[in-house]
């Protein structure tokens, strides 16, 4: 049975950081690409961050320079280190892992508000 648990998230003010954590199991994690997403009330869920299973990484152009993704193959976990927080950034932070096919973790709230 594979699941993916976010951990890590929260409430900020803006301008703070946060790194959330996703720890995945019943799937060969080295294997797959895993991904950070995220959804806005009355929005679509959208990518946020991509890492490989060989390494190369992609960001979304909101949060390029602020963000920054990185896997632990060791530990099977994806983390996500979210800097410069703005309240546009506030949303359900969902992990994705991807081998041919999608699995998602529960989602993390994240809320930045002074």
């Known amino acids: 049975q594979v699941q993916l648990v976010e951990s890590g998230g929260g409430l900020v003010q803006p301008g703070g950081s946060l790194r959330l954590s996703c720890a995945a199991s019943?799937?060969?994690?080295?294997?797959?690409?895993m991904g950070w997403y995220r959804q806005a009330p009355g929005k679509q869920r959208e990518s946020v961050a991509t890492?490989?299973?060989?390494?190369?990484?992609y960001y979304a152009d909101s949060v390029k320079g602020r963000f920054t993704i990185s896997r632990d193959n060791a530990k099977n976990t994806v983390y996500l280190q979210m800097n410069s927080l703005k309240p546009e950034d506030t949303a359900v932070y969902y992990c994705?892992?991807?081998?041919?096919?999608?699995?998602w973790g529960q989602g993390i709230q994240v809320t930045v508000s002074s």
């Open positions: 994705n892992a991807h081998y041919y096919y999608d699995h």
């Open positions: 019943g799937i060969i994690f080295s294997i797959n690409d």
């Open positions: 890492i490989i299973s060989g390494g190369n990484t």
